[in-house]
């Protein structure tokens, strides 16, 4: 079973920049792909982005909402995964999670593998 481990969250002014990191132990060759989500408080968890390695090939997705502003990455090499985030809003106000193993379902993700704990990003001035 893939462990995943997110960190790097925190307090960011508008217009502010992070980058959170997905640390997955254990294997990690035969997982779909991983994804990061993210969750406030009163609403249902939502897709962020997805990255897929297949044929030395990556494939990456985002969420309409963030296309432009946030890039994902792996350095599979260390079994990471990177949320590049630029440009946050007010609204990208949440707590982020991993997920080790997520399978595509029609035009969005379902998770089948573990979650990490979480990491809170907050932004505000």
């Known amino acids: 079973q893939v462990q995943p481990v997110e960190s790097g969250g925190g307090l960011v002014q508008p217009g502010g920049s992070l980058r959170l990191p997905c640390a997955a132990s254990g294997r990690t060759f035969s997982c779909y792909a991983m994804g990061w989500f993210r969750q406030t408080s009163g609403k249902e968890r939502e897709f962020v982005a997805a990255?897929?390695?297949?044929?030395?090939?990556?494939?990456?997705d985002y969420a309409d909402s963030v296309k432009g502003r946030f890039t994902i990455s792996g350095d599979n090499a260390k079994n990471t995964v990177y949320l590049q985030m630029n440009t946050l809003k007010p609204e990208d106000t949440a707590v982020y999670y991993c997920?080790?193993?997520?399978?595509?379902?029609?035009?969005?993700?379902?998770?089948?593998?573990?979650w990490g704990q979480g990491t809170q990003v907050t932004v505000s001035s």
């Open positions: 990255i897929r390695w297949s044929g030395g090939v990556t494939y990456l």
């Open positions: 997920n080790a193993n997520i399978l595509p379902i029609g035009s969005s993700w379902t998770t089948i593998g573990s």
